[in-house]
């Protein structure tokens, strides 16, 4: 199993309206699957700002997130997802060889 599926499957339980993870690694890092994004849809963040909606994601992923360099989070309400409809474009990243 890839490591975007085994991200995939830890968040699918937030991510129960939407959720894509995209593999951002070729954008940061030479050859190595460290970076990624994940864009998740749920009732769940009802009500929440975006550090708790983050905390979430991050407890939901647990010792994953040890594994990997960097994961961009974008969580949305179903509402908000309406009007939205897509995450922002990911920055290039700066150097650093991640």
């Not at 959720?19 to 050859?31: A, D, F, P, T, Y």
């Amino acid at each position: 199993m890839s490591m975007q599926q085994r991200i995939e499957q830890q968040l699918a339980p937030l991510g129960d309206q939407h959720l894509q993870v995209l593999n951002e690694s070729h954008m940061h890092s030479r050859g190595q699957e460290t970076h990624y994004k994940a864009v998740l849809v749920s009732e769940q963040f009802a009500g929440l700002n975006s550090v708790k909606r983050h905390q979430k994601v991050y407890a939901t992923m647990g010792e994953l997130m040890g594994e990997i360099h960097a994961l961009a989070i974008h969580t949305y309400t179903p509402e908000e997802w309406a009007q939205v409809g897509a995450a922002p474009a990911s920055p290039v990243c700066a150097g650093g060889g991640h």
